[in-house]
């Protein structure tokens, strides 16, 4: 079973809130990454973070932003939630040091903006 | 850049037979590649890395992979399917520079029974 957990695990929201989506992991892993998983299945890298107070845009441009205080605890928060935002959102975490270590991934946040 | 590539959105196979899911990558240096697997409203499971060594390598659920580093490939193989294989598959490299994963597009696995 996976060490790693999202909260919620669906979400329905009007545009304009704020919101975040938790992320937390018990491995100790240093790295830590969110995912959007459009409908087309695609995966697209959001956010990283290779350790306390580092954090890192990913190769999908989003106006969410994250912060990384502990190493267990991940956030991402929306300051104004679009129906844009409309999504899975996927967290995932992997050994520092280790470039061959698979990524763990929690089961995942789906987001509805209305 | 590197990249990986998934050239089938969807692969349908009898229960029982063997199946293959394509994956084909482009890397500098040497290739550091990865199977997960994504069954419905949950996150992606590891399934199987190739990092050096043997180019046939095992993995979980029976699955396996062969690495073909002439054809640049790295097909994920098993030899009689189950329809509780039937699940979104994704390739992944490694991309040497910045140690991020790139995933493929997916690949839909649909076993009839």
């Known amino acids: 079973e996976a060490d790693i957990y999202q909260t919620p695990r669906y979400l329905v929201i009007g545009t304009g809130k704020k919101i975040t989506l938790e992320c937390s992991q018990t491995m100790g892993h240093d790295k830590m990454y969110w995912y959007q998983q459009d409908p087309g299945m695609e995966l697209h890298l959001i956010h990283y973070?290779?350790?306390?107070?580092?954090?890192e845009k990913g190769d999908l441009s989003s106006e969410s932003t994250v912060s990384r205080i502990r190493t267990e605890h991940f956030p991402l928060t929306l300051e104004s939630a679009r129906p844009s935002h409309t999504s899975q959102y996927l967290c995932a975490s992997s050994e520092k040091g280790h470039d061959n270590s698979p990524l763990h991934f929690g089961n995942g946040t789906r987001l509805t903006v209305t | 850049a590197q990249s990986v590539a998934q050239p089938e959105d969807q692969v349908n196979v009898a229960e029982g037979n063997p199946l293959t899911v394509k994956c084909t990558y482009s890397v500098s240096g040497n290739p550091y590649l990865f199977w997960y697997v994504q069954y419905p409203n949950r996150g992606l499971q590891f399934l199987l890395k190739?990092?050096?060594?043997?180019?046939l390598v095992k993995g979980s659920y029976g699955f396996e992979a062969e690495f073909n580093k002439s054809q640049t490939s790295f097909h994920l193989k098993k030899p009689s399917a189950l329809v509780s294989d039937s699940a979104l598959y994704f390739c992944?490299?490694?991309?040497?520079?910045?140690?991020?994963?790139?995933f493929g597009q997916g690949t839909t696995l649909q076993v009839k029974p």
């Open positions: 992944a490299v490694r991309d040497g520079n910045t140690g991020k994963l790139i």
């Open positions: 973070s290779y350790g306390v107070n580092s954090t």
């Open positions: 190739y990092i050096t060594g043997d180019n």
